[in-house]
């Protein structure tokens, strides 16, 4: 059985969720500042990824990638209101 490597971006994905989540459920404001990084973090690594691979990937992916960026910038400028 082939096993498949999980994508970068996949990565960037669960490792957002746990640190959003562990700010949800210890709430405070080290917590806070550490998703408000972390967000910041993901979405520069985004774009460069999307940057640097744009000829290597799919339509589709450069627009689920571009979606995600607006979701995770719109995320961040929530968390700070």
């Keep these: 059985m082939l096993r498949k ?4 971006l996949s990565i960037i ?3 957002l969720i746990t640190i959003l989540l562990l700010c ?3 709430a405070g404001q080290l917590w806070l500042f550490i998703a408000l990084l972390a967000l910041k973090l993901a979405i520069v690594l985004l ?3 999307l940057l ?4 290597r990937i ?3 992916d450069r627009l689920s990638i571009l979606f995600s960026i607006i979701a995770w910038v719109g ?3 929530g968390l700070k209101w």
Excluded at 5 to 8: L, M, Q, T
Excluded at 52 to 55: D, G, I, S, T
């Design 47 to 49: 774009i460069l990824y």
């Design 75 to 77: 995320l961040l400028y």
């Design 58 to 60: 799919t339509a589709k």
């Design 5 to 8: 490597k999980p994508s970068f």
């Design 52 to 55: 640097f691979k744009w000829r």
């Design 13 to 15: 994905t669960v490792c």
């Design 24 to 26: 949800i459920f210890k």
